[in-house]
């Protein structure tokens, strides 16, 4: 009797273990999935003053920024210049009056937008501060009325293939 009480405990444990046993799926580590790619700039000053006309722009009016980039990827800036108008008289400087060079490169005035900074790679988590060198020349400055003109500059940043 003492066997048969002994043989249906184990039993029992046994059916109970059974039960209480799962499979268990081995453990994968999480997928990483890559950021997606992002540029940003901030610019400094944001605003410049060139001068009036005529008396500044007979020659050359050299400006300066410092654009502050942080990319996780290959990037570009590209400038765009919208036409300087004065806002009392509504007169605008003909676009083929006026020139302008950002970093070297001559940026047309309402025109297409040109490249003037590029990396193929990303900058430190930090960021990188380049500097932006421009230099404003206005051709016939006696055509247009003195005074203050504004105009917009336009910076379009984009991830780079």
Known sequence: MK???????MAGVWF????????VRPVTPPMVVPAKPFVSISVKPDKLDLGTIPTSCLGSSPAKLEAHI???????????LEPFEQKR???SIRPKDMS????????PIAGAKV???????PTPRGGVDV???MKFSLANPLLYPAGPYEGVLIFTVMAAP
């Not at 109970?16 to 499979?23: I, M, P, R």
């Not at 990827?73 to 765009?80: F, G, I, K």
């Open 3 to 9: 066997k048969v009480v002994m043989i249906c405990v």
């Open 100 to 107: 302008v060079i950002i970093n070297g490169i001559d940026v």
């Open 89 to 91: 008289s509504r007169v």
């Open 131 to 133: 500097p932006v060198d």
């Open 16 to 23: 109970g273990l059974a039960t209480s046993a799962e499979a």
């Open 115 to 121: 490249p003037i900074i590029s990396s193929v790679k």
């Open 70 to 80: 942080i990319a996780n990827c290959p990037h570009q800036v590209r400038a765009s």
